[in-house]
């Protein structure tokens, strides 16, 4: 037998081998293949090499979040953490030539443990109200902000209570929320509806509230801009662009910049771009007044993360633009799903609301607002798979991205037509 430069393949049965870049997946004899590795590696190089290249550990010193903690929250006590953050920074061609730009960078908080943004305020908001002796937790949301408050209750054994709008929270959301083991309220009104009862409910009963207007969730939700800054060796982008609904992200993230540039992590701040959808545009149509005049809409809109219509953190918003020299957009929902599926078909993939970010840029950089050769980052604030039916929904309609799964009969010929056919 040959003798083969390793890892090659195998056959478990015959012992038969070949290269490893040959094509086989089973042997002529019947067998399966096994890759064989290289057995002459030192135990001790290796090791040394493991340690250095592990990036996170399941502790605080693996969050992305807590690794800030002396910006966060500081202090003994217990740490309530997935852990969370160190999300991929992203750069597709595909994207950012869909775009208009060369330098656009993805961060995709889709990645954290439930799938959005939200667990980086939720490890900090969590963790604070349990110091505090909060005996149980509560929010109103479109959907993420439950799941990732359902997850950390869990894990601090505290009861989690929340209220979401009926009809209009997206499946992998509203399963999180019941998996996790929240008391789930399907409310029969819109997101704005369920705040102002989660606050009256908050207050009447001492129940710990968590939604964006707890300090402590944009405490956490700094570290996805920290983050990113460290990524790219404290390198300020031109522009940071986020998909926008209460806007407590808008909020934390004028906020980390503003701490960065006074303690001296960066030199320079970069813009801030907000993104509404059309449905579910007041903070758009307050910028567009200069923020002279407050709205508040009746919002709809494909992107339900953001179906919201009158954005607790209006305030704290407007200084993150005023401060950054920042920008609001809105674009609609055909606009989102376009963006969407150029981001699912880069195989990053997010959902609606995140999509925003990437549609707005786009519209941006279309009007000039975003000169081509700024260098962007676009915040992608949820996962692929918390949306499926908007996925399933977009592919059975008729369009250039359409790609709608095909029943068969299990037979040969079935496969060829299926291929001969366009989509
Ligand atoms: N993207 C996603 C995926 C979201 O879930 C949200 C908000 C946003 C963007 C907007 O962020 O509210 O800070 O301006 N979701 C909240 C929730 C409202 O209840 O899950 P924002």
Known sequence: MTTRPAPYVRCAVCGETWPRLSPRVECPC?????????PRHSARTLRARFDRRRSGDPSVEGSGVWRFRELLLPGRGPVVTHPEGNTTLYRRDTVARWVGLEDLALKHEGENPTGSFKDRGMTVAVTQAVRAG???????????????????????????????????????KLAQALAYGARTLLVR???????????????????????SINPWRLEGQKTIVWEMLQQRGWDPPDWIVVPAGALGNTSAFGKALREAK???????????ASIQARGANPFYRSFRTGFRKRFRVQAETVATAIRIGDPASHDRAVRTIRETRG?????SDAQILEAKAVV??????????????????????????IKKGHSVVAVLTGNLLKDP???MGFHARKGRWRNPPVEIEPRLSDVERVLKRRR
Not at 205 to 211: I, Q, S, T, Y
Not at 349 to 366: D, H
């Open 389 to 391: 039916d908007a996925v």
């Open 327 to 331: 920008l609001v957009e809105a674009v």
């Open 30 to 38: 019947g067998g399966l293949l096994e890759v064989v590795q290289d």
């Open 134 to 172: 909060a005996t149980a937790v509560a929010c109103a949301s479109t959907g993420n902000t439950s799941a990732s408050l359902a997850a950390y209750a869990a894990q601090a054994g505290r009861p989690a209570l929340v209220f979401v709008p009926a009809g209009k929270v997206a499946a992998g």
């Open 262 to 272: 006074q303690l001296g992590l960066i030199r320079r701040v970069p813009r801030v």
């Open 189 to 211: 009104g819109d997101f704005d509806t369920c705040l102002r009862l989660v606050r009256e409910t908050a207050e009447t009963l001492g129940v710990a509230l968590l939604n």
């Open 344 to 369: 699912d078909g880069s195989g990053i993939g997010c959902e609606p609301a995140s999509a925003a970010a990437v549609a707005g840029t786009r519209q941006l950089v279309r009007k000039g607002l």
